[in-house]
């Protein structure tokens, strides 16, 4: 990871906390980049609504009905969310892993950021931070924060950050200064003892591999990340198989949108039963990658 540079294609800054949605994708890789389709269906009765508001000719109606397909379609609960939910669940693995996940129908493949092992460490019996009667974990974050230079935040999911400020070594602490251990308190003495600023992040996002649902964390627990302050990195776009049809000139006769600020492309297919149109198919593609800008000053701790 280190010194490595990387081609931005299209970006847009991403930090610890990008909207978290639920979303339904299948998944392969593409040029070592997350690609994944997602389908929408407009049916014969949307299909009759909309037809019946336009002629009506009412402009209210049609803008409101208007922004209301788009929502669904692209809004933030929509396709474009879709994105957005990818980033979230790949960027939890980077920074708890240094390595991004993707099951491909049962098929993993592995995006190694090659996080080098000078910037790991993984606590073994009574170091473990569930060990609460002998952890150290103020200890661990101490010396973390002194291996590497600019850290400045801790990363780590709910469970994790309760286990830590459970810890007899934080009570005890606590009760020598004679600090009162409400929940404000608790987190205001750990950030000026470690000189970090805990960061709890408890996100969970929805997958859908095929066709079956789990729930899973952005950022799973049993995992501490030193990281510096800021952003973190970028989100990089790249042209999906679709794009590439579109700009090689093999888009012809076929409903074609490029989503705004990234090369996600959305096409319309009509589906002919017979002689009637049954539905109307609205599809997006996204290539969705993470280029994160701290692989040399973050640091990657499994405490339990």
């Not at 600090?179 to 308190?185: C, E, Q």
């Not at 205001?188 to 003892?193: G, L, P, Q, R, W």
């Given at each position: 990871a280190k010194n490595q540079e990387v081609q931005i294609i299209q970006a847009s800054t991403y930090d610890v906390d990008p909207m978290a949605r639920d979303f339904q994708t299948t998944v392969t890789l593409h040029e070592d980049k997350p690609f994944f389709r997602e389908k929408m269906s407009l049916d014969e009765k949307k299909r009759k609504d909309l037809l019946e508001v336009l002629q009506r000719n009412d402009a209210g109606e049609i803008e409101a009905y208007t922004l209301q397909i788009y929502d669904q379609?692209?809004?933030r609960n929509g396709f474009l969310a879709s994105v957005s939910?990818?980033?979230t669940y790949t960027l939890g693995q980077?920074?708890?892993t240094g390595v991004v996940n993707i099951n491909d129908n049962g098929v993993k493949y592995f995006l190694d950021y090659k996080v080098e092992n000078d910037q790991r460490e993984t606590l073994a019996l009574t170091t473990r931070w569930d060990q609460l009667t002998t952890a150290k974990p103020l200890d661990d974050l101490i010396r973390w924060k002194e291996m590497i230079d600019?850290?400045?935040v801790a990363l780590m999911a709910k469970n994790t950050y309760n286990m830590m400020k459970n810890s007899d070594q934080v009570k005890e602490l606590m009760k020598e200064q004679k600090?009162?251990?409400?929940?404000?308190?608790v987190r205001?003495?750990?950030?000026?003892?470690t000189e970090l600023t805990i960061k709890v992040w408890d996100e969970k996002v929805k997958i859908n591999v095929a066709?079956?649902?789990t729930t899973v964390k952005a950022y799973?627990?049993?995992k501490v990340t030193l990281t510096p302050k800021g952003s973190y990195g970028n989100t990089e776009y790249g042209p999906t198989p679709t794009k590439t049809e579109v700009i090689m000139g093999l888009g012809a006769g076929r409903d074609i949108t490029e989503v705004r600020g990234t090369y996600a492309t959305l096409e319309v297919t009509p589906v002919v039963k017979g002689s009637a149109i049954v539905n109307a198919d609205i599809v997006i593609s996204a290539v969705v990658a993470l280029n994160p800008t701290i692989l040399d000053s973050m640091f990657i701790a499994t405490v339990y």
């Open positions: 379609f692209a809004g939910g990818m980033n980077l920074l708890a600019g850290v400045e600090i009162f251990p409400t929940p404000n308190n205001a003495f750990i950030e000026e003892y066709g079956v649902i799973p627990d049993g």
